[in-house]
Each structure stands twice: as structure tokens, then as C-alpha cells.
């Protein structure tokens, strides 16, 4: 299957600093990645969606300015918490889809970053 | 808002038994996703249905979606310790793009 990776895979900041999470799609391009954080013993939250090129679409909840993300090209999207603080604590994934563009593209996800802020 | 339930939450299974785990959606849906995710790890695709009553299988692991497309279930037999994991369905409901999931299964499987 295709191939998603995210940088780092673990980060520990502290509280007020901003971290950069970074999703590649090693083997395909993707038109759209997709955001989520997960609570433990949670499922998967979407937070954003982003499509290459323009802004992103964030969920009811999630606030924009302080979840910075950028989808500069067809193969990489980041993340960046801003002013990060210890609620911000969690495990976020990214997923990467297909370029034929129609919502049934299987989403293939990264690894996951383990955030921890003190 | 789209409900995803799964079942049972957590399962222990013997090593060689045979599980299942269901996925039920509250809406009609127009695909249906199965995911495996190791402890604070990403998730790995494992099938997509989309057709009633479709049934796809990968190694010994089986799903299959009602003809309604309401609900999906996933069979796992002869269970080894590599099947251990979390298990999460991923719906897509008619008229939506985004993928709602399951609360996970967490499967065990000892010795």
C-alpha cells in the first residue's frame, strides 16, 4: 500500500512554544490530507482537511489560528501548534489520499506523533 | 451526525480462536473502512467495502458489509499474535467526504 510518513515522531516542548509536525506521501501524490488527533482510549478526531494549494478546512471546534496547517505541494502537509500548551498534548496523525479526488480514495495514514507539552 | 458504534470494545482471545468484530453505522453508508492501529502508532489499511453485501478477504482476516450498508463485520480466523492491535472501522456516509470512525477495538491475543 502506499506510504505516509510524519516528523517527528515524538516531540516534547515547552508550554508557549510552537512545534511543526510534517506529513509526506512517499509514493503518491496526494490532492487532499486530512488532519486528526487522538484522545487515549479515543478514536480519531478529524481536526482539518487540506487540499494542495489552498486553505484548509477545519472542523467545528478547532481553532484555526492556533492549529496552523499548510499543504504546499502534492506530497507534503505540516501541522504547526502554536503556543503550544499541555491540553495541546496528544497523538496526531495525518492522512494522505489518492488524486483521482472522489471521497471513496482510501486514506492512508502516518504514523503519528506523540506530543507531549510540559 | 453520523454514529459509528463498535463491539465489543476490547476482546482477549486465545491464541489459534476465532473473533469477530462488528461495526454499525446509524446511516446508510457509501464505504466502509477497516483499520489496524498498534499501540501509539499509525493506522494500516487493511480492506474498503462499498457494495451490499460485499465481502473482501486479506490472510485470514474477512469483512463484510449487510446489504444495507449499515453494518460491517470483521473475522479474524485462527488468531496469532500479530492480530493483536486496535481494530477501527472508518465510515463514509452518503454526501459526506469525511471519515468518521469506530471507538476501536482493542484485541488481545495470548498464548
Known amino acids: 500500500g502506499a506510504v505516509v510518513s510524519q516528523h517527528p515522531s515524538r516531540v516534547i516542548c515547552k508550554s508557549g512554544t510552537s512545534v511543526k509536525i510534517e506529513c509526506r506521501s512517499l509514493d503518491f501524490q496526494a490532492t487532499t490530507m486530512f488532519w486528526y488527533r487522538q484522545f487515549p482510549k479515543k478514536s480519531l478526531m478529524l481536526m482539518a482537511t487540506s487540499n494542495e494549494g489552498s486553505k484548509a478546512t477545519y472542523e467545528q471546534g478547532v481553532e484555526k489560528d492556533k492549529f496552523l496547517i499548510n499543504h504546499a505541494s502534492l506530497t507534503l502537509s505540516t501541522l504547526t501548534v502554536t503556543s503550544a500548551h499541555p491540553e495541546d498534548s496528544s497523538f496526531y496523525i495525518c492522512?494522505?489520499?489518492?488524486?483521482?479526488?472522489?471521497?471513496?480514495?482510501?486514506?492512508?495514514f502516518g504514523p503519528g506523533t506523540r506530543l507531549t507539552v510540559l | 451526525s453520523q454514529e459509528l458504534e463498535q463491539s465489543p470494545q476490547s476482546l482477549i482471545v486465545q491464541e489459534g480462536k476465532n473473533l469477530t468484530i462488528n461495526c454499525t453505522s446509524s446511516k446508510t453508508l457509501y464505504g466502509l473502512y477497516w483499520y489496524k492501529q498498534k499501540y501509539g502508532e499509525g493506522l494500516i489499511f487493511l480492506m474498503m467495502?462499498?457494495?451490499?453485501?460485499e465481502e473482501k478477504s486479506h490472510e485470514k482476516i474477512t469483512a463484510k458489509l449487510d446489504e444495507k450498508k449499515q453494518q460491517s463485520s470483521l473475522h479474524i480466523t485462527a488468531s496469532q499474535p500479530s492480530h493483536a492491535g486496535i481494530y477501527l472501522c472508518?465510515?463514509?456516509?452518503?454526501?459526506?467526504?469525511?471519515?468518521?470512525f469506530g471507538t476501536g477495538t482493542r484485541l488481545t491475543i495470548i498464548p
Open positions: 492522512s494522505a489520499s489518492g488524486t483521482s479526488g472522489r471521497a471513496t480514495d482510501t486514506q492512508y
Open positions: 472508518g465510515a463514509l456516509p452518503f454526501g459526506n467526504e469525511k471519515l468518521t
Open positions: 467495502l462499498q457494495k451490499g453485501g
